[in-house]
């Protein structure tokens, strides 16, 4: 196994040692080896939640020389987000065409929610 020599302010340090101290890791070294495992796998799962969400989106394709040129996961997400700021403005124009914005407050919006859900529920106490 090589060696890496990693700084960290103090109260991180302090931080680290008291995990050690709780029993679960035998070292620093161990801990933060879980931790690297622990963040590899979130994104390895993020970048399957990513792709099945494309799979299901619009069709994406990539030439092959953008795949060589940037490597297929970073050309995969950088067409991903471009898709996403399209669907985002897509939608900025569809509210700015939805019609002038009335004013609203959190308390009238309450009502309107509790109203629906009543009109949902026959019988149910609707709050004021």
């Known amino acids: 196994m090589t060696s890496l020599n990693i700084s960290l302010p103090e109260p991180l340090k302090q931080y680290v040692e008291r995990q050690v101290a709780s029993g679960d890791w ?3 070294s161990e801990y933060v080896r879980d931790l690297i495992r622990q963040d590899k796998e979130r994104r390895l799962s993020n970048l399957e939640q990513e792709l099945v969400a494309a799979a299901k989106g619009p069709k994406i394709e990539l030439p092959v020389a953008e795949i060589r040129r940037k490597g297929l996961i970073p050309a ?14 897509r939608d900025i124009r569809d509210g ?3 019609g002038p914005a009335r004013p609203w407050s959190v308390a009238g919006m309450k009502r309107e929610g509790r109203k629906r859900l009543g009109a949902r529920r026959p019988g149910a106490k609707i709050r004021p």
């Open 76 to 89: 995969l997400r950088e067409r991903a987000d471009s898709l996403k700021l399209e669907q985002l403005r």
């Open 26 to 28: 035998g070292t620093p």
């Open 96 to 98: 700015l065409d939805s």
